[in-house]
């Protein structure tokens, strides 16, 4: 199957090396590719106001808006992340008591597939909890400054006349005018 166009939910400035390589040809071992349009980051977009997951969303992004800079930890435990309500309740009375960050947890429900080789340890999370949050690390430093630049990256990419609006823009109009047509 050929594509006619990609569409990706980023932003130019979130994705550089991959934009790169899939401008040199690395990508596609050298074969022309159909254009790229970055419209990202979308997030929460199709949502209405009323739905209850927008306004999940809002409710947090207000009270992450609320609280300094810097002050909260994030912890999302990702696609293989499995953690069991026990768990939860450990990690969450371990994070009260030994540091007085806030936090805001992504947690999702239990996978379809339980396969021994999807659940991360209680040790690797310890690990990496203490590594993130840790003041002297070095290694947590440069994660949550990194954490820090995607976000302000994200937040320009979507502002208007930045670079995922003329994306969308340019997009929107090719679409108009015919020049983006599937093939068939």
């Known amino acids: 199957m050929e594509a006619t166009i990609f569409i990706v939910n980023t932003g130019a400035r979130l994705e550089h090396s991959v934009l790169a390589a899939i401008a040199d040809g690395r990508c596609t071992g050298g074969i022309p590719h159909p254009p790229v349009y ?34 909260v930890l994030l912890l999302c435990f990702g696609g293989k992340g499995i953690v ?24 999702r429900g239990p996978p379809v597939d339980r396969r021994r080789d999807n659940i991360v340890e209680a040790a690797e999370l310890e690990r990496a909890v203490r590594t993130l949050m840790g003041v002297d690390s070095e290694e947590g430093r440069k994660a949550r400054n990194m954490a820090a630049e995607m976000m302000a990256a994200y937040r320009k990419a979507v502002k208007k006349g930045e ?22």
């Open 84 to 107: 069991t309500p026990p768990r939860v309740t450990a990690i969450a009375a371990a994070l009260d008591r030994y540091t007085e960050h806030r936090f805001l947890w992504v947690l």
């Open 38 to 71: 970055l419209i990202g980051p979308v997030l929460s977009l199709t949502l209405s106001k009323t739905e209850p997951k927008q306004q999940l969303h809002d409710e947090c992004v207000r009270w992450l808006d609320s609280h300094p800079p810097d002050s």
């Open 163 to 184: 670079s995922s609006d003329i994306a969308f823009k340019r997009l929107t109009k090719e679409i108009w005018q015919g020049a983006v047509v599937p093939k068939k």
